[in-house]
């Protein structure tokens, strides 16, 4: 777990259970994010140390050199347990540490129904950390901050998106910082029965992005949900063609 200064502020943080999460579900937003001069971090929960693939120090360095490809200014991982996960008072502190150092506007977590469970309470975990952040009296030595905006990546949802982000420009970059996890997608017979072959990687991802950027009428897109209203000030200034 992180227990020194940090010294960066961040404009929008994501939040994952797993190492390579935030690749495969919001890495194009991250870089579209950065080329807009926006600072980005990533706050991964695990080491990822009960991965059928890997070890835990094999997924920090590939970790890094994600974070690099993706242009994210800071990327740490806290110590909670890979696949067991807790939504408990001293984990939303751990987080509300790294909220109030970070300060960030935007955060973005996973979805809040998954298929790993891991990925599930994170999304859960996040947001009541998002809140107990701004409480003065959750005293972690630092001033309390409260994100302005929670977002949910639901690429692996059944749901329809709130939005899309256009990440057509990014999408092959989006494709390295994936793969830089040679422990997890490059062809191996550990886990053969579960993993997607190395080569079919692209083609299913780039399909994933294909679809949901064809629903907001660009070339590829990432999905995201959030949980309050939106609000228009022009109707003219709407994006997407209605028919």
Not at 83 to 100: D, F, H, P, T
Not at 173 to 200: K, T
Request: glycine share 8%.
């Amino acid at each position: 777990m992180p227990d020194e200064a940090i010294d960066f502020r961040a404009d929008i943080l994501a939040i994952a259970a797993h190492r390579d999460d935030v690749e495969q579900t919001c890495g194009g937003t991250l870089l579209r994010m950065a080329a807009r001069g926006l600072r980005t971090a990533i706050l991964d929960l695990t080491r990822g140390e009960a991965g059928t693939r890997g070890t835990a120090e094999e997924r920090a360095q590939e970790a890094k050199e994600a974070a690099g490809i993706l242009g994210v200014g800071w990327r740490d991982a806290l110590d909670l347990p890979d696949g067991a996960i807790s939504n408990n008072l001293e984990n939303r502190v751990a987080i509300v540490r790294i909220l109030r150092q970070l300060r960030p506007r935007a955060v973005i977590l996973p979805y809040w129904q998954a298929r790993h469970p891991d990925h599930a309470i994170t999304a859960t975990l996040g947001a009541e950390a998002c809140f107990l952040s701004g409480l003065k009296k959750i005293d972690t030595g630092t001033e309390p901050h409260r994100p302005f905006k929670i977002v949910y990546a639901s690429l692996y949802a059944d749901v329809r998106p709130t939005f899309i982000v256009d990440i057509t420009p990014f999408v092959e970059q989006r494709h390295l910082a994936l793969m830089a996890y040679r422990s997890q997608y490059a062809n191996q017979s550990s886990g053969s029965a579960i993993f997607v072959p190395e080569e079919e990687i692209r083609e299913r991802t780039f399909a994933e992005a294909r679809h949901y950027g064809l629903l907001a009428g660009v070339r590829f897109g990432e999905p995201f949900v959030q949980k309050e209203v939106g609000l228009v000030d022009d109707l003219t200034l709407l994006p997407v063609q209605s028919i």
